[in-house]
Each structure stands twice: as structure tokens, then as C-alpha cells.
T-cell receptor
């Protein structure tokens, strides 16, 4: 398996633009997580899905952020409009609920810079 | 939410042992984890420990868990320059809404010097 795939790897955009980050989880995994990593706040959970259904979105910063999982092999995270304070590395991770210790497998991340 | 605390930096010489410490607050955590993040990459699970254990050894890695003090540590024996990375302590979120979500510490940057 190729692991968790994220695209793009890097995104530079201007304030006010819409940004879409994409994730393909590992096949057969039924949990998908979106995290944001910054120097100041560390790694924050934004939202996670189980069987394509959002379970906890309490970490989503505000209404400008939205995430969908239309099927088991794809999720996207949208920021509209983007702001400079959204600059961070965004990670997607997936896991299977059938493992006793619930290892999460992380993608390589998308580094977002909002100018 | 519950907090996971770690020191931010650690520097050791090659060949020495490294000890990275972590404290957590959620006493209901069933598993505790150490993840490793190399530069420009995502996190990878390094090791984990079940909450009814107090020690786990895996080659150069030793995890110690003190449930009473809610303290977790990771010892790396014979530290190599390739061990330089950020190490994250994490626990399974304990509230009813968090399911399989993890609470991560801010990470400890380990620098191994020759």
C-alpha cells in the first residue's frame, strides 16, 4: 500500500482565496483524521470521520473551515476565505478500528502558506 | 481538553542514552504512544504501551509508565544521529465524543550531536 496520500505537498496562496487540501486514506481504514501543526500550538486535531461520517469537528477553528468525506477513499479540507494565520502544516491520518492499539498512519502533510 | 505536556528540547551526544519525559492528565487513557516525526515528514508510531503495563522494551527503546503520577518516559539507548527528530507523546482521548482521537503533546525536539 502507498500509505496515506496528501495533495498538494505545498500550497502558497493569497489571503481571501479558497484552499482545498486532499487526502486519500489507506485502503480498508475506516477512521480518517485531519490535524494542523504549528510552532505555537503544536499538533491539533481538527476533525475526524468514521465510515465517512464526521464524528467530532470541535477542533475546526471556525466556519471558514469545512471538511467532507464523500467516500471511503477520499476526504478534503477546505478553507474559505483563507487568512495568514491559517499558515501551517496540515496532516491527514487514517486508522482501522480493528487494531487493539489504534495506530494512526500519517500522510506527509501539506504545507500551507497564506500571504 | 486534556493536556499532554513535554519538554521542548533535548540534546545528547551520540552513543549516550536519551530520556524524553511526558505527563498527561487523562487517567482513563487505555493506551499511550510515542510517535516520531522526521524533518519534512508525517508522524510515525514508534512504540506504545497499554495502561496496565509499567514497562515495555523494544530493542533500543524502553517505555516507562507511572500511572499514579501520570508520567510516561521514552528511553533511547545508544542514541544515534539518525534518532534526531521530534518525539510526540500521545494518549487516546478520554471523553465520550473523542473515540479514537489522540491528544498529542507539543513534541520534544531531540538533537544528537557527534
Amino acid at each position: 500500500d502507498a500509505g496515506v496520500i496528501q495533495s498538494p505537498r505545498h500550497e502558497v496562496t493569497e489571503m481571501g482565496q479558497e484552499v482545498t487540501l486532499r487526502c486519500k486514506p489507506i485502503s480498508g481504514h475506516d477512521y480518517l483524521f485531519w490535524y494542523r501543526q504549528t510552532m505555537m500550538r503544536g499538533l491539533e486535531l481538527l476533525i475526524y470521520f468514521n465510515n465517512n461520517v464526521p464524528i467530532d469537528d470541535s477542533g475546526m477553528p471556525e466556519d471558514r473551515f469545512s471538511a467532507k468525506m464523500p467516500n471511503a477513499s477520499f476526504s478534503n479540507l477546505k478553507i474559505q476565505p483563507s487568512e495568514p494565520r491559517d499558515s501551517a502544516v496540515y496532516f491527514c491520518a487514517s486508522s482501522t478500528g480493528r487494531s487493539s492499539y489504534n495506530e494512526q498512519f500519517f500522510g506527509p502533510g501539506t504545507r500551507l502558506t497564506v500571504l | 481538553g486534556e493536556d499532554v505536556e513535554q519538554s521542548l528540547f533535548l540534546s545528547v551526544r551520540e552513543g549516550d542514552s536519551s530520556v524524553i519525559n511526558c505527563t498527561y492528565t487523562d487517567s482513563s487513557s487505555t493506551y499511550l504512544y510515542w510517535y516520531k516525526q522526521e524533518p519534512g515528514a508525517g508522524l510515525q508510531l514508534l512504540t506504545y504501551i497499554f495502561s496496565n503495563m509499567d514497562m515495555k522494551q523494544d530493542q533500543r527503546l524502553t517505555v516507562l509508565l507511572n500511572k499514579k503520577d501520570k508520567h510516561l518516559s521514552l528511553r533511547i539507548a545508544d542514541t544515534q544521529t539518525g534518532d534526531s527528530a521530534i518525539y510526540f507523546c500521545a494518549e487516546i482521548g478520554g471523553n465520550s465524543n473523542s473515540g479514537y482521537a489522540l491528544n498529542f503533546g507539543k513534541g520534544t525536539s531531540l538533537l544528537v550531536t557527534p
